[in-house]
């Protein structure tokens, strides 16, 4: 068999269509000319976030590439690199794509020049399923270790005698850790398209209770954060998850604590235009670099392992509530978290 044989079979084959790899040759401005053996016209302009629907590339008119967070784009960053320095390079990418599904790639970038110009072959293999697992096991793991922990602290401690406010606290702690079971196994169901929301009829002031009965404690026992909580709501209803609706304020709440640097926060409740915008904030500016990258799974400034906790957000925000999930960060503003929720 020649090589030309070879390449016929694989290309008609689809062989990498079948791999979970594809391959692109990009040329200096990251224009896609091949994917996988088959040439792109050169008159449909496209780059490779473009081809792969990234979240930031369907955001804007221009597409991939001219995004304000693109310039942080992993991916990116990686082939631009590989082209101006002629070397191979490698690394790992975690993208947000169409309709909030996370997407963790291995890429690898081999430039070449022909006619004069400079090109790169791009091999894109998907990871994402190995990399959530571990994300998913490592995240619980710590979660539950955590407050495992605090617990065995406190059995230690019956001996002092003190059985009533030792008992209440290990009822917290033990409310905390079914919570937490329930969040992982909602979240898993949510990735894999599986979470079925039980939408019923409340009152949007509960998810106000809520925060000011669970999370402002919580704020100030765990966090040592004073949570203020202000609602102008009323009577206003929605027809929605009200647990769903709990678990990502409770996350937004959480960020928001462990980003305050001592600092207080503050919960906001409001109806405008037929919309519930439930908010969160604090005074922290996020760098550009966790900016850009908010709500892609991962992304974090904690330890490795964290980062699912606004990719939920956004994940069951919008394609289980059928809301809408956003922040604002700016110097002299601060940082604030929203979900727009359509009112009942």
Known sequence: ????????????????????????????????????????????????????????????PGGCGTHS????????????????EMTRLEGDASLLLQHNRDCSVRACSVPFV????????????????????????????????????AMSGLLDCMDSGNFVEISTVLKSISSQMMAEIKSQRDLIFAINGLLKPDNKLFRAEEVSDFVKNSLVPIAGDMFQVSLTVNSTLGDVNLNTDKSLVNRV??????????DSCGSGISFNARYRDGKVIFSVHNDAVMPLEVSSKVFIQGNTTKEKGRGLGTFSMKLIGENYLGGKVYFRSEEGFGTEFYIELPAA
């Open 1 to 60: 068999m020649d090589y030309l044989e070879l390449f016929k079979i694989i290309k008609d084959n689809r062989v990498f269509d079948d791999m979970g790899t594809m391959f692109f040759v990009v040329d200096q401005t990251l224009q896609i000319h091949f994917i996988n053996f088959e040439a792109v016209s050169q008159n449909q302009k496209m780059c490779v976030g473009d081809y792969l629907k990234c979240s930031n590339a369907l955001a804007v």
């Open 69 to 84: 967070n693109c310039c942080k784009c992993p991916l990116r960053e990686l082939v631009e690199s590989s082209m101006r």
């Open 114 to 149: 022909s006619g004069g110009r400079k090109y790169s072959l791009v091999i894109i293999s998907d990871h994402t399923a190995h990399s959530r697992e571990l994300m998913l096991e490592r995240i619980f793991c710590h979660d539950l270790l955590n407050l495992s922990g």
């Open 249 to 258: 304020i409770h996350n937004m709440v959480k960020n928001a604590c462990e």
